[in-house]
């Protein structure tokens, strides 16, 4: 399975085995190795071949993988989300009704589906954006969201905006 890892420093992109599951495996906070990798530095310069990458899960603010099962009858609400050195926008799932104030499910784990995603870079954004159908971000790395609903629970410890971009009390 191939796989891209968007980190603070760069983005590793090589394979996992193909039995390893990006929900499961990251849930489980064990770091992984990707195969064959090649490192593309965001302070810029050439892309470098580095076979096999060690990665802890703390270290990943963005995986995305060319296999993902979306959640089926899910309320799909827009979001951007700044984290790191990326701006992500996309859709969040919840489940059909969801009331923030009265909702008593919380994501379980560090990493949120977002689906029909767009990164680019915050510092730069003429250098052109990342589109990919989903990926696994990490929720403890999220420093800002603007979204059309509550998401404090979903994002610990960001600051929050309403879709218009003013911030929510």
Not at 15 to 44: C, I, K, N
Not at 83 to 108: K, M, Q, V
Not at 113 to 137: F, K, Q, T
């Amino acid at each position: 399975m191939q796989l891209e890892a968007f980190t603070a420093g760069g983005i590793a992109s090589g394979a996992v085995e193909a039995t390893w599951s990006p929900r499961d495996d990251l849930e489980s906070e064990q770091p992984f190795d990707l195969d064959g990798t090649t490192w593309y530095p965001l302070a810029g310069g050439a892309a470098e071949r580095r076979g096999r990458v060690h990665l802890e899960p703390d270290e990943l603010l963005v995986l995305c993988s060319d296999e993902q099962e979306l959640p089926i009858h899910s309320a799909w609400h827009p979001v951007e989300l700044d984290l790191g050195p990326y701006r992500i926008t996309g859709e969040l799932p919840t489940l059909p009704g969801f009331d923030p104030g009265r909702a008593l499910s919380r994501p379980g784990g560090p990493f949120i589906l977002i689906r029909d995603v767009r990164l680019e870079l915050l510092a730069r954004p003429d250098a052109g954006r990342v589109e990919r159908p989903h990926a696994l971000v990490n929720r403890y790395a999220v420093e800002r969201v603007a979204a059309d609903i509550d998401l404090g629970h979903f994002f610990p410890g960001a600051l929050f905006l309403s879709a218009s971009g003013r911030p929510l009390s």
